[in-house]
C-alpha cells in the first residue's frame, strides 16, 4: 500500500469556522491532490501539487486553498467552513513516469461534516 | 458540464457470470483511461488502465475495453465474485496529470 496519512479522519465543525485537512505521503511523490466524493458526483477535483510550492486549482476550488511546504505533506484548508463543504475528502499522490497512466494512489479519506 | 460520465448508477449480477460496467467520455485529448473500485469507508484503489492508442488490455479478470471514434470505454469482470461488490469509478487523465472521474456505478454481485 502507499505510505498516504490523512488526518483528522473524522470532523466536525460549525458553519464559519476554519478546518485544515493534512495529507502526508512517505512515497516521495511528485503530484499530490485533494478530491471530494459526494453522491452523484463521484470524485471532483479541488487542487492539486506538482512539487513543492507549485500548486494549481482544480474543478471545485472555490472556498479551498492548499499548501505544500515540504514534498510529503499538502494541507488544504476551508478558510470559513459552509454546509456545502460537508463531504468526504481524498488525498491522492502520484508520480508519472513516460508512457504510464500515471495512476493515482488514494489516503483512506476524511469524512468533514459542517453543522 | 461533465467529461466523463457512468449512466449506470447500479448493476446487479449473479456470481460467475459476467459484469459489463460503462462509461462515456466527451474530451478526445484524454490520453489514459483507468478503473478504480471503492469500498465503504475506504479510498479508490486503481484497478486496470489502457493507454488511448489501444483498444485492450486485460489483467486477470478484468479486461477494458476502448472504443474511440464512439467516446467509449467498458470494464468487463468475468467471472464476477461477490468480492467484486463496490463502486467502480471510471477515470480520464488530462494534462498536468490530472483524473477526471465519472460518478461512478455500484455491482453488487449475488451469490
Known amino acids: 500500500d502507499a505510505g498516504i496519512t490523512q488526518s483528522p479522519r473524522h470532523k466536525v465543525t460549525e458553519t464559519g469556522t476554519p478546518v485544515t485537512l493534512r495529507c502526508h505521503q512517505t512515497?516521495?511523490?511528485?503530484?499530490m491532490y485533494w478530491y471530494r466524493q459526494d453522491p452523484g458526483h463521484g470524485l471532483r477535483l479541488i487542487h492539486y501539487?506538482?512539487?513543492?510550492?507549485?500548486?494549481d486549482k482544480g474543478e471545485v476550488s472555490d472556498g479551498y486553498s492548499v499548501s505544500r511546504s515540504k514534498t510529503e505533506d499538502f494541507l488544504l484548508t476551508l478558510e470559513s467552513a459552509t454546509s456545502s463543504q460537508t463531504s468526504v475528502y481524498f488525498c491522492a499522490i502520484s508520480e508519472t513516469t513516460s508512457g504510464s497512466a500515471g495512476e493515482l494512489f488514494f489516503g483512506e479519506g476524511s469524512r468533514l461534516t459542517v453543522l | 458540464d461533465q467529461q466523463v460520465k457512468q449512466n449506470s448508477p447500479s448493476l446487479s449480477v449473479q456470481e460467475g457470470r459476467i459484469s459489463i460496467l460503462n462509461c462515456d467520455y466527451t474530451?478526445?485529448?484524454?490520453?489514459?483511461f483507468l478503473w478504480y473500485k471503492k469500498y465503504p469507508a475506504e479510498g479508490p484503489t486503481f484497478l486496470i488502465s489502457?493507454?488511448?492508442?489501444?483498444d485492450k488490455n486485460e489483467d486477470g479478470r478484468f479486461t477494458v475495453f476502448l472504443n474511440k471514434s464512439a467516446k467509449h470505454l467498458s470494464l468487463h469482470i468475468v467471472p464476477s465474485q461477490p468480492g467484486d461488490s463496490a463502486v467502480y469509478f471510471c477515470a480520464a487523465r488530462e494534462y498536468g496529470n490530472k483524473l477526471v472521474f465519472g460518478a461512478g456505478t455500484i455491482l453488487r454481485v449475488k451469490s
Open positions: 489502457i493507454s488511448s492508442i489501444k
Open positions: 501539487s506538482y512539487g513543492v510550492k507549485d500548486t
Open positions: 512515497e516521495n511523490h511528485r503530484y
Open positions: 474530451n478526445s485529448m484524454f490520453d489514459y
